[in-house]
């Protein structure tokens, strides 16, 4: 747990200091979540843990934190609006995520039982069976 703890950090320094420098926000989390999964790719190995446990907690709470922080400051300074506007943001990303998750798990189910298959038996020339003759 230390080790994803360590990488959220890194990753959401990083992605601030750069949005703190002028970057916008989209490259700078792009750049805070790709120092996380590269650091993940090398130290994943010696920490005998696969990858995807180390990257997706630093990954995911870069992304939609934002602007959940922004609602909770707005909120504590009384501008409803605004605080309403950054939930909104936070909903409309975690919708998102969750549309590109399940849209790509569809497309690789497909590709994996549909198309794998089909071109596996139109490459190799494997012929239907037989049917059985019964007596």
């Known amino acids: ?8 950090l890194v990753g959401n320094e990083l992605r601030l200091m750069l949005h703190d420098a002028g970057m916008m926000l989209a490259p700078a ?11 993940a790719s090398l130290g994943g190995q010696r920490l005998n843990e696969p990858r995807i446990t180390l990257t997706v907690p630093g990954i995911i709470t870069m992304v939609r934190g934002i602007y959940a922080f922004q609602t909770v400051v707005f909120f504590n300074q009384g501008q409803m609006l605004e605080a309403l506007q950054a939930a909104v943001m936070v909903d409309f990303v975690v919708g ?18 549909g198309v794998v298959p089909v071109l596996y038996a139109v490459l190799f020339r494997v012929k239907a069976p037989d049917a059985a003759v019964s007596a």
């Open 1 to 8: 747990m230390f080790a994803v703890g360590f990488l959220a």
């Open 29 to 39: 989390t792009f750049l805070g979540a790709l120092a996380v999964g590269l650091i």
């Open 96 to 113: 998102a995520m969750a549309v590109i998750i399940a849209t790509g798990l569809t497309f690789g189910t497909v590709l994996t039982l």
